[in-house]
Each structure stands twice: as structure tokens, then as C-alpha cells.
């Protein structure tokens, strides 16, 4: 059975970091693009950052570049997500996914999904 499990969520203050895991099991983690998306109270999925299974190449949304870092270790078949300079409307259920074929920012385009961890942003 195919798993996500992410970890490291929590409370920070304004311009704190944390940093997300997602350890993977049950699919061929090497050969899937990882991606970490967020949802607000309210609002709908947002993708956030994505990382190829080819070469490693990232994608970010224009709203974290500069400030998320996406990485992942193959070997232990988890990724993981660097937030630093965090801002309220960071504030979210953020979620990692997996996909072997489609687009990173279309959550539809996901086959397997975490059940999320939130992060939360006050002073």
C-alpha cells in the first residue's frame, strides 16, 4: 500500500523556519515527482514546490521562491520542505504527494497523498 507521511509541522512566530518531512513507502518513490501543496481554511489546494525524479529540478510558487528550499533523499525515500521567513498566510495544512506522470501543480494529477501537517504562523 502506498504511504506519505509528513511530519515538522507547527507554531512559529513571523519570520521563523521549520522544516517538513515526508518519508514515502509502498511505491517507487525514485521514479515520482514529490510535491508539497497547502490549504487554508476556506480555500483550495495551492501547490507550493515541486521536485523532479528525473534531475532534481525544482518548481516553486511565485509566493514562497526565495524563501521554501525542496530537497530529496532517495535513499531514504523522503523529502522534505525548508520554510524560512515565514509569514501568516503561510499558515496551512500542508500536504506532500507523489506523481509518476502528471503537471506539479495540478493536485488532481497526484496519485498518492499524506494526510497533512499543519503549520501555523502568529506572533
Known amino acids: 500500500e502506498a504511504q506519505l507521511v509528513e511530519s515538522g509541522g507547527g507554531w512559529v512566530k513571523p519570520g521563523g523556519s521549520l522544516t517538513l518531512s515526508c518519508v514515502a513507502s509502498?511505491?517507487?518513490?525514485?521514479?515520482?515527482?514529490i510535491a508539497w501543496f497547502r490549504q487554508a481554511p476556506g480555500k483550495g489546494p495551492q501547490a507550493v514546490a515541486s521536485i523532479s525524479s528525473v534531475d532534481g529540478s525544482t518548481s516553486y510558487a511565485n509566493s514562497v521562491k526565495e524563501r521554501f528550499i525542496i530537497t530529496r533523499d532517495n535513499g531514504r525515500s523522503t523529502a522534505y520542505l525548508q520554510m524560512n521567513g515565514l509569514k501568516p498566510e503561510d499558515t496551512a495544512v500542508y500536504y506532500c504527494?507523489?506523481?509518476?506522470?502528471?503537471?506539479?501543480?495540478?493536485?488532481?494529477?497526484?496519485?498518492?497523498w499524506g494526510q497533512g501537517t499543519q503549520v501555523t504562523v502568529s506572533p
Open positions: 504527494a507523489a506523481t509518476s506522470w502528471g503537471l506539479w501543480s495540478r493536485p488532481e494529477e497526484h496519485e498518492h
Open positions: 509502498g511505491f517507487n518513490f525514485g521514479g515520482s515527482a
